[in-house]
């Protein structure tokens, strides 16, 4: 078994917006924020992502603009740097290495040259415990360097970037923690702190959850764990610190934040409501509501005109000063469990799997962006903990992308449980599905497994679901019965048991013509077209948990997954099992576009891949610890184009992609070296204007003003051959492409250009000098034209009396006319020829 070094596992996109707060630019035209690995450059006017700054090997934890240069931001990892970027061009300025995990970090114009990090304390209790420390930035000019200038600020603080906020620009420093509030002075290098109760008299609980500083005033807000908000003053004196307290939210408040002129308060919680107070007349406040999921977090743009919320569907609204909501940036939802597989559309070649609430997503995984959701529940989702909803748990597409099944389930405690079956049918006008039919209680339990016969020639289109009622129920869509007018539906064509035994799983063989049942410890093949139970199949004791047949020339095996931790491969054609392996299968999947199958198996807290092939013994490929924790989601992705590696060890990710997801909801993929490669060397192609976002209408606009610019020089190219254009200076021209920050002074590069523009005494006197022989040669040609016209013949002298009529020339326009006569005209000549 050889591991294979050329593949890597990275992440495909999808990664968390909501991770941290995101930050708006002073000119209110991008949005940055963290996700994953990068930091991801928006447009707030079309959403599109401008630009991925990537350099971090670890989480990305904060993005801060630089106070001393708003092109410029700081970005912090728990790889133990901060990086500075230029995020208009997306180049990376400065690497400064820290050498400890940062959780959160913070910046004040107060402090230049200074940043401040949260990372852990070295403790030998069990509990991690955190602290505030300022980081002096080295100012030398070198791309690498190393902070070496460390001082503690405060101890055991929360790693949580709401829990520390600063006040009044910088002069003191406010942070939340458990039940206590803590506010440092820097002038003084005192820091007071202030108690509260567990829980107040009406049984609310005071925990701190965020804290915010008013920008100008000596007050500080504070979000509890109850749904209060506390304005804290004098609190520069510990015993005459007084608060008053605010309330709206009924649960805990998630985030705070003041305007940048201090005249409001914002605040959002798992209401997904903004709030609006009045700084000072509490009393007064506005409501934005119905924003989507809980809100995470929220951030003020510098200028006060854009609001930004982050909601925990991973999700960033964008919003025109508390009013209307102008923009919504959406990355893939990863609740906390997703209950369907994760699928990919046979139409649109989306990713697919449960979204918000009562919803699926369909995601591009090419373009990293959420294409749109489809509401398959149909009922308005309520933001109450013990509420019980309909979840949606099972879906499946059939081969051709027409037809989409899903179940939905609710349980309610004093009643039954209650299930639906939707088929959904693709509508060509709209572009999406629309719901065909619905069967309440399908059936009597809970729905184990779901599948459609994946043949796109099959004259019938058939879906087979299994319960743990014993049954298997197979549904067939039938023509319509009584009016022509009515479209076609859904109708229960077969139900098999066997035994009483409670069906786990099912799959259908590559042509359809075979199904497969696991009837807890039996397999049971059946035949679709006459519902005939073929044969049955044993295996060493457990329950099948997983089948899956195999494809092309390897179409006469069946595979299974049991609980007792055994991978079996049985061959139909002899009905006996072919081989078996001791393995912890957590997902058994089958390439559709070759002979390869997937296992990831469990081990030691981490999951294992193995690529095989059912009908050799050895894998194609096996890797260790591709991800820590468990992989219950996976799925083969066809590609768009085929790749054309050579080698071995990667050719089963020629036809298909593979993607899955981990246990902390990362969605990850496999990819080799020379795949990078290409597509770096592709993005390099793309030449793209910073001032104008990217977006399809903009990549469409450039492609016709790129073709009107051709048709147009091709117009001028016979012009251009006879007036030269001036050469660009390569100076000139080297100093309009580099970036701004690298650039000297403007007040240099100004005294350099005026001092160009200026002329020099000598030059003026020699420019003189030969305008002046230039007029002498000029008069000695006049006296000389003049004797040879004084010399002409009489019929001469007849021809210019008849022209006597016309206007006299000036003695400018007549020089002006003799040069023109001696100028070389044969260009014109040649230009007729051609």
Known sequence: MVEHGDIRVVHCGGSKLNFRDPVITHDSRFLLCASGEAVKVFSTSTEECIHELRGHTGLVTGVLLRPSNHLQVYSS???????????????????????????????????????????????????????????????????????????????????????????RGGEFIASVNDLQLEVYFFKKQKSYRFFLKEDNKKGGWNTFTCVACHPKDDCIATGHEDGKIRLWRNFNHKKE????????????????????EGTNLLSGGVESVLIQWRYKQESERDFLPRLGAAITHITVSPDGSLFCTSHSDNKITIIQSCVKVSAVIQ???????????????PRSKALVLNGKPGHLQFYSLQRDKLLYNLDIVQQEYIHESGLQQFEVVKAAFDASGLWLATVEERHQKAAELELNLKLWAFDEQTQSFVLNTTISAPHDAQITAMSFRQTADSQTTLLV?????????????????HTEDEGPSWLCDF??????????????????????????????????????LL????????????????????????????????????????????????????????????????????????TDLFVFKPSEPRPLFSRKAVCSGKVTQAVFAPREEMLESCEESSQWLNRSQLYFLTQQMDLMTFTTKAEEDRLLASSKQLVIDDSV?????????????????????????????????????????????????????????????????????????????????????????????EEMESSRSKPELVAAATESDAPALTKAQARELRRVRKLDHSWLAGLLDS
């Open 77 to 167: 990892s728990l790889d133990g740097t901060v990086r500075l970027w230029d995020f208009t061009d997306g180049i990376l300025i400065k690497t400064c290495v820290i050498g400890y995990p940062i959780y959160s970090f913070y910046a004040s114009a107060k402090h230049e040259n200074v940043i401040f990090i949260v990372t852990s304390m070295p403790s030998e209790k069990r509990a991690e415990r955190f602290q505030l420390v300022a980081v002096h930035l080295p100012q030398s000019g070198d791309q690498l360097v190393e902070a070496r200038e460390l001082s503690a600020v405060l101890s055991g603080v929360n790693p949580n970037p709401a829990a520390i906020a600063f006040g």
């Open 241 to 260: 610190y007084t608060y008053s307290t605010l309330h709206w939210h009924h649960s805990a408040v998630s985030s705070l934040c003041f305007t940048p």
């Open 331 to 345: 990355g893939l939802v990863k609740g906390d469990s997703i209950r369907t597989d994760l699928m990919m559309d």
């Open 465 to 481: 679901s299994t319960s743990k009622d014993g049954h298997f129920k197979a549904w067939q869509l039938a023509a319509p019965a």
């Open 495 to 532: 139900v098999g048991a066997y035994h009483g035994l409670v069906p786990e799983c099912c799959s259908f063989s590559a042509d359809g013509s075979l199904l497969a049942v696991a009837f807890q410890e039996v397999v049971t093949v059946w035949s679709p077209a006459t519902w005939e």
């Open 535 to 606: 044969t049955t199949l044993s295996q060493p004791p457990g329950a099948v948990s997983d089948l899956c047949f195999g494809r092309l020339s390897c179409s006469k095996y069946l595979l299974g997954t049991t609980a007792s931790n055994l991978l079996c491969c049985w061959n139909l054609l002899t009905c006996s099992l072919e081989w078996s392996t001791s393995m912890d299968v957590r997902r058994l999947l089958v390439d559709p576009l070759s002979e390869n199958m997937a296992a990831f198996c469990y081990q030691s807290g981490s």
């Open 693 to 785: 976002a990217m977006t399809p209408f903009y990549l469409l606009l450039g492609k016709h003003r790129q073709q009107q610019q051709e048709h147009r020089d091709s117009d001028s190219s016979l012009w251009a051959e006879r007036t030269a254009l001036p050469q660009t200076s390569a100076s000139i021209k080297e100093l309009l492409q580099t970036p701004a920050h690298v650039l000297p002074s403007t007040s240099y590069l100004c005294s350099m250009f005026v001092q160009s523009l200026l002329i020099s005494v000598s030059d003026a006197r020699e420019e003189k000098a030969h305008a002046e022989e230039e007029m002498e040669s000029e008069k000695e040609e006049e006296d000389s034209e």
